[in-house]
């Protein structure tokens, strides 16, 4: 219906050791283009290594949203309820860290506590339902196995922390979940869970924030609530992401420009923008001359 020439477009549907492996290692793949875990795509890089293949890479995120004490709350609170929960948490740029000053970190939590028990969970194709399922039993399983580390190590539990009861219970549903008193270095604070559990971390300064935004494996996406242009400023360069947002959540990010994180989610290229083109292109130099006669290059000035 696009108008695409045949066999441009494959989809080949298959799991990872089998169909993956298949056209990773295959010689007449010259480019491969992964998004998925860091851990597979460190072994789709080794093989790539060694059949000289040229790769892009987009993995693993923990993803913070900072709000200062001089914040928009009312503004903050609609996109930490988008970014954390909005896609269940099952989005690459998901905000999946909280970092709350302290002057701001009471009140916002208990903001944040209630609308969090205020969302509807249900059919995501229904305009009335605000965080839909999990994809499967085992991504659940997996939610559950870090809400009862945190438990085991000491973060408060705000808000969820379980399957919901009735109709909900037969499906991947999970509530959405609020951990407070996170410490950084802890599993919930460093790790990727890649669903509806939102940890906060209070810090006392902006560079505490930034420390703890940066204390991680991943750099993908982090954002900044203030309305200090300056530490605004400061945030778009001390933060180690690939991408930032001002008073926005960690996701959103526009299909025009370049898209990629730094550290562990990635290899230094980006998918969309303009610097997919260049990914997906060879270089290549031509000379004519048309002098007829010997022309020197550079610095080559001796005599024939």
Same mark, same amino acid.
């Given at each position: 219906?696009?108008?695409?020439?045949?066999?441009?477009?494959?989809?080949?549907?298959?799991?990872?050791?089998?169909?993956?492996?298949?056209?990773?290692?295959?010689?007449?793949?010259?480019?491969?283009?992964?998004?998925?875990?860091?851990?597979?795509?460190?072994?789709?890089?080794?093989?790539?290594?060694?059949?000289?293949?040229?790769?892009?890479?987009?993995?693993?995120?923990?993803?913070?949203?900072?709000?200062?004490?001089?914040?928009?709350?009312?503004?903050?609170?609609?996109?930490?309820?988008?970014?954390?929960?909005?896609?269940?948490?099952?989005?690459?740029?998901?905000?999946?860290?909280?970092?709350?000053?302290?002057?701001?970190?009471?009140?916002?939590?208990?903001?944040?506590?209630?609308?969090?028990?205020?969302?509807?969970?249900?059919?995501?194709?229904?305009?009335?339902?605000?965080?839909?399922?999990?994809?499967?039993?085992?991504?659940?399983? @997996? *939610?559950?196995?870090?809400?009862?580390? $945190? +438990?085991? /190590?000491? &973060?408060?539990?705000? #808000?969820?922390?379980?399957?919901?009861?009735?109709?909900?219970?037969?499906?991947?549903?999970?509530?959405?979940?609020?951990?407070?008193?996170?410490?950084?270095?802890?599993?919930?604070?460093?790790?990727?869970?890649?669903?509806?559990?939102?940890?906060?971390?209070?810090?006392?300064?902006?560079?505490?924030?930034?420390?703890?935004?940066?204390?991680?494996?991943?750099?993908?996406?982090?954002?900044?609530?203030?309305?200090?242009?300056?530490?605004?400023?400061?945030?778009?360069?001390?933060?180690?992401?690939?991408?930032?947002?001002?008073?926005?959540?960690?996701?959103?990010?526009?299909?025009?420009?370049?898209?990629?994180?730094?550290?562990?989610?990635?290899?230094?290229?980006?998918?969309?923008?303009?610097?997919?083109?260049?990914?997906?292109?060879?270089? @290549? *130099?031509?000379?004519?001359?048309?002098? $007829? +006669?010997? /022309?020197? &290059?550079?610095?080559? #000035?001796?005599?024939?």
């Amino acid at each position: 219906e696009a108008g695409v020439p045949p066999e441009v477009v494959q989809l080949v549907h298959g799991r990872g050791e089998t169909v993956g492996k298949a056209l990773v290692e295959h010689p007449e793949v010259p480019v491969i283009s992964f998004t998925g875990s860091t851990e597979t795509g460190s072994l789709i890089g080794e093989t790539c290594g060694r059949m000289h293949k040229r790769l892009s890479l987009e993995m693993g995120g923990k993803n913070a949203m900072i709000v200062m004490d001089d914040a928009d709350l009312d503004l903050a609170l609609e996109g930490v309820l988008w970014g954390a929960f909005g896609t269940t948490g099952q989005r690459c740029t998901a905000t999946s860290r909280l970092i709350l000053h302290r002057k701001v970190h009471d009140r916002f939590l208990r903001r944040l506590a209630d609308a969090a028990e205020r969302l509807r969970l249900g059919d995501g194709r229904v305009e009335t339902t605000d965080v839909g399922p999990l994809i499967h039993e085992a991504a659940r399983q @997996k *939610v559950q196995r870090y809400v009862e580390i $945190g +438990r085991q /190590q000491g &973060a408060e539990l705000v #808000t969820g922390g379980r399957i919901p009861r009735g109709r909900l219970a037969a499906g991947w549903f999970f509530q959405p979940t609020v951990f407070a008193g996170v410490r950084p270095k802890s599993p919930l604070e460093q790790e990727e869970i890649f669903g509806p559990v939102l940890s906060v971390v209070r810090v006392s300064s902006f560079d505490e924030a930034v420390r703890v935004n940066n204390d991680v494996r991943y750099g993908l996406s982090s954002s900044i609530y203030t309305r200090n242009v300056d530490l605004a400023f400061r945030a778009m360069q001390d933060l180690d992401n690939g991408i930032t947002y001002v008073n926005a959540p960690t996701i959103g990010a526009e299909a025009h420009l370049p898209f990629g994180g730094v550290k562990a989610t990635g290899n230094g290229h980006r998918e969309g923008g303009w610097e997919v083109y260049e990914f997906y292109s060879e270089t @290549k *130099v031509c000379y004519v001359d048309y002098s $007829g +006669r010997l /022309q020197r &290059a550079q610095m080559d #000035t001796y005599d024939v």
